[in-house]
């Protein structure tokens, strides 16, 4: 079965310091990636996605993530944080097998992001 | 656009009591997911529908868990009887693919049901 492991629970970062979110996944097909965010008392929304094509995908809020397909990883980054994204994020999978039931995701456990002033 | 609705928000139940969740889609989605996620991991995929047909139910608890989606639009989730380990909180997600053999799409996820079994 495929996971998701997201290797940073917490962190804490200064305003206008980089983020950089790990995300590896283990399958070895044709995969689908996403970073949904979580924002304090909100429900879950869509960062960005990676289908296909370039593989350095730009999200909201001045997000990108870059797929590594040789090192099975989809990596979240944003140059400069602001307080404002102060959030969990989460990195889920879809396999995208040719199988019934496909559109299935698989998400990491989730990386915590305290934002300070 | 109206986003995934669902209620309650918030659910307080002792074990061995039943429970009930509901979910409506955004409108025109045919593929509809309830997912399961446990303070401090992420969301786990319970069961999904396309229309009113299941497509995977291999991580549902059948024992305890049933749903339903009548009509191929709302749903609903049921829990009987709970138990401790079930406290959690409950996602609904749509999308708006078949979800069929190769296909994928974005799943837009409601704002959840929090349940504490005491």
């Known amino acids: 079965a495929q996971s998701v492991s997201q290797h940073n629970h917490h962190v804490i970062l200064s305003e206008a310091a980089s983020l950089e979110l790990g995300c590896n996944y283990s399958?070895?097909?044709?995969?689908?990636l996403f970073w949904y965010v979580q924002y304090p008392g909100q429900h879950l929304q869509l960062l960005l996605k990676?289908?296909?094509?370039?593989?350095l995908v730009k999200g909201i809020k001045g997000f990108e993530a870059e797929f590594i397909k040789s090192k099975f990883s989809f990596n979240l980054r944003k140059p400069s944080v602001q307080w404002s994204d102060t959030a969990e994020y989460f990195c889920?999978?879809?396999?995208?097998?040719?199988?019934?039931?496909?559109?299935?995701?698989?998400f990491g456990t989730g990386t915590q992001l305290k934002v300070e002033l | 656009e109206a986003g995934v609705a669902q209620s309650p928000r918030y659910k307080i139940i002792e074990k061995r009591q039943s429970v009930a969740f509901w979910c409506n889609p955004i409108?025109?989605?045919?593929?509809l997911y309830w997912y399961q996620q446990i303070l401090g991991q992420g969301p786990k995929l319970l069961i999904q529908?396309?229309?009113?047909?299941?497509?995977?139910d291999s991580q549902l608890p059948k024992d305890r868990f049933s749903a339903e989606r009548l009509k191929g639009v709302d749903s609903t989730l049921k829990i009987q009887p709970a138990k401790l380990e079930d406290s959690a909180v409950y996602l609904c997600?749509?999308?708006?693919?078949?979800?069929?053999?190769?296909?994928?799409?974005?799943?837009?996820f409601g704002p959840g049901t929090r349940l504490t079994v005491l």
């Open positions: 997600a749509s999308s708006p693919v078949r979800g069929g053999r190769g296909l994928t799409d974005t799943q837009y």
């Open positions: 399958y070895g097909g044709t995969v689908n």
């Open positions: 990676y289908f296909s094509g370039d593989p």
């Open positions: 889920a999978v879809n396999p995208n097998i040719l199988t019934g039931g496909g559109n299935k995701l698989t």
């Open positions: 409108s025109g989605h045919a593929t």
């Open positions: 529908f396309q229309n009113n047909g299941v497509v995977d």
